[in-house]
Every structure is written in structure tokens, then in C-alpha cells.
């Protein structure tokens, strides 16, 4: 299995705006391709598993730093 992540976010605009704004990313895209013979069921039961992880859920959420 591989995870590949992606966000089309402007660091340059942050940098320009973050004295006056809040800035940071609002998206996150996640793909999750599985290889190999795998069943439906074993296709599907790992995209559970992938949506239970606590970095994905933490990122879902909202994060709340102190």
C-alpha cells in the first residue's frame, strides 16, 4: 500500500499576510492505492483501517496547539 498527500497552499502568500492574517492550510488530499490480490472485503476493510489512523483523525479534527 502507499499514502501519498498533497495540498495546493502558497507558503509566499502566508509569509506576506502572516502579520495581519490567519493563515495555513485549509485541505489536505489523501490517496490510498492498494496492490495486490486482494478481495473487496480485504480492498475495503484496509480504507477502514487507513480513516481510523490517529494522525489522519488528529488532522480531521483539528488540532489544537499550546
Not at 20 to 42: A, F, I, N, W
Amino acid at each position: 500500500a502507499s499514502v501519498f498527500v498533497r495540498h495546493g497552499h502558497s507558503y509566499a502568500k502566508d509569509c506576506e499576510d502572516c502579520i495581519t492574517e490567519s493563515v495555513g492550510m485549509g485541505r489536505v488530499e489523501r490517496r490510498v492505492e492498494l496492490r495486490g490480490p486482494l478481495t473487496d472485503e480485504q480492498r475495503a476493510r484496509l480504507l477502514q483501517v487507513a480513516d481510523r489512523c490517529p494522525i489522519k483523525q488528529t488532522l480531521a479534527r483539528g488540532i489544537q496547539v499550546a
